[in-house]
């Protein structure tokens, strides 16, 4: 018997989209917000890098845990919305995990700044920023976590463009391969694109 393989169909995203988040129009707009989600990582970190309550006891990182799973009589709502989140955290002060979550965040913050400012694996360095922003929120604080958040989503979407202005030749590294257009023939019309081979030692 045989059984017929199925090809794979890949969707093209609409050109309005291509354009806003492939194309080099607006990637001055990405490099802005990147730089200022960056700039806000590393301004939040250095709040806690030189605090002992955040990289050596954890004492901050408790206390906020510990606002955050109380359940204040009706008609109060609690911070946490999640029974199953509120669970977490309290088995997260149970096993007195706040002194390995306190440099956690810290330095994490720090290195998510950093490669954004940079531009440096920017997809990965916003998703991770995203995370903790998400996380944040799930526990009852909203401060800018929100358009932190939100940025950062657009910027994992848009991390080819946001990567224009980047520094050093490894925070630089991309694809090897490069696309140029036909003499003669539209560069959007099919059989228009050439590869072109970039300089040697590039990423593949």
Same mark, same amino acid.
Request: hydrophobic share 50%.
């Given at each position: /018997? ?17 354009? !806003? ?24 970190? !250095? ?27 009706? %008609? ?33 913050? !720090?290195?998510?700044?950093?490669? !954004? ?20 929120? /799930? ?6 976590? %929100?358009? /932190? ?19 050093? %030749? ?28 970039? %300089? ?5």
């Amino acid at each position: /018997m045989t059984v017929a393989k199925q090809e794979r169909e890949f969707f093209q995203d609409p050109p309005s989209v291509q354009e !806003l988040f492939n194309s080099t129009r607006f990637a001055w707009l990405w490099v802005v917000l990147r730089v200022w989600l960056g700039h806000k990582w590393v301004d939040a970190a !250095l709040h806690k890098v030189g605090n002992p309550d955040w990289v050596q006891t954890g004492a901050a990182v408790r206390a906020f845990w510990e606002r955050a799973i109380q359940v204040p009589p009706p %008609p109060a709502r609690p911070p946490v919305a999640f029974d199953w989140y509120r669970d977490f955290l309290s088995w997260l002060l149970s096993i007195g995990a706040e002194g390995f979550f306190g440099k956690l965040i810290a330095y994490g913050e !720090l290195v998510v700044g950093i490669l !954004l400012i940079v531009g440096a694996f920017v997809g990965i360095s916003a998703f991770f920023g995203a995370f903790m922003n998400w996380n944040f929120m /799930m526990a009852g604080t909203a401060s800018t976590n %929100p358009m /932190m958040f939100l940025v950062s989503f657009l910027l994992i979407l848009a991390w080819k463009g946001s990567r224009v202005l980047r520094a050093g %030749p490894v925070a630089a590294a991309g694809p090897r391969h490069a696309v140029e257009a036909r003499p003669g023939v539209p560069a959007g019309a099919a059989g228009g694109l050439t590869p072109r081979r970039g %300089p040697p030692g590039g990423a593949g």
